[in-house]
């Protein structure tokens, strides 16, 4: 079984420009969440999708939006780039912790440096 | 809210020495706490949770935690540490209905001295 994919691994952009990270959920998982990782700030929970929905949303700003496919396929895109959106960006999937406590899937991440 | 603090950045520990990972957190409902752990350029992998059945919870790789409520701790332990052990690990926690949504932990970067 196929873990959870990302694209692209490594980009670089200019402060400005807008990126889209894409996410190839496990099969049959309907749940898509994004999370930024930073030296300095650690994990931040950005979105949660599921069945196309956003079903939970971090403290960022308006730049980081999101979208999920009927698929489950997910992608998120930031547009005007600051130099602090430099970060991994990390995706999980899962079946449908609508309860909580349930396991998420990591993919290996999309690491964007903005210069 | 909800919140997670690990105790201590770096952790080093001689190879077959006790791992004790310290992980506290707050929370207003009774939460679902993890361990996850990250290798170097990977994403992160589940090494277990608390979803309040057992308070001792096993997981992978000989790692196990207890939920303690009266301390609200989850710390991490493993017996006898192995060089492959070397990693980062997150406390997380989450709470009913909130799905995808984990609050974590800095982390604590587990270095094994052979």
């Known amino acids: 079984k196929a873990g959870v994919t990302q694209t692209p691994r490594y980009l670089i952009k200019t402060r400005g420009q807008q990126v889209t990270l894409s996410c190839s959920p496990i099969s049959g998982h309907r749940s898509v969440s994004w999370y930024q990782q930073t030296p300095g700030q650690g994990l931040q929970f950005l979105f949660e999708y599921f069945s196309e929905t956003q079903r939970n949303k971090g403290n960022f700003p308006g730049r980081f939006s999101g979208r999920q496919f009927s698929n489950s396929r997910s992608e998120m895109n930031v547009s005007t780039l600051e130099l602090g959106d430099s970060a991994l960006y990390l995706c999980?999937?899962?079946?449908?912790?609508?309860?909580?406590?349930?396991?998420?899937?990591f993919g290996e991440g999309s690491r964007l440096t903005v210069l | 809210a909800q919140s997670v603090t690990q105790l201590g950045s770096h952790v080093s520990v001689s190879e077959g020495a006790l791992v004790l990972l310290r992980c506290n957190y707050s929370s207003s409902v009774p939460p679902y706490l993890f361990w996850y752990v990250q290798y170097p350029n990977q994403g992160l992998q589940l090494l277990l949770k608390y979803t309040s059945a057992a308070t001792l919870v096993k997981g992978i790789n000989g790692f196990e935690a207890e939920f303690k409520k009266s301390e609200t701790s989850f710390h991490l332990t493993k017996p006898s540490a192995h060089m492959s052990d070397a990693a980062e690990y997150f406390c997380?926690?989450?709470?009913?209905?909130?799905?995808?949504?984990?609050?974590f932990g800095q982390g604590t970067e587990l270095s094994v001295k052979p």
């Open positions: 997380a926690v989450s709470g009913y209905n909130q799905g995808g949504k984990l609050i």
């Open positions: 999980a999937s899962s079946l449908d912790p609508s309860r909580g406590g349930g396991e998420l899937f």
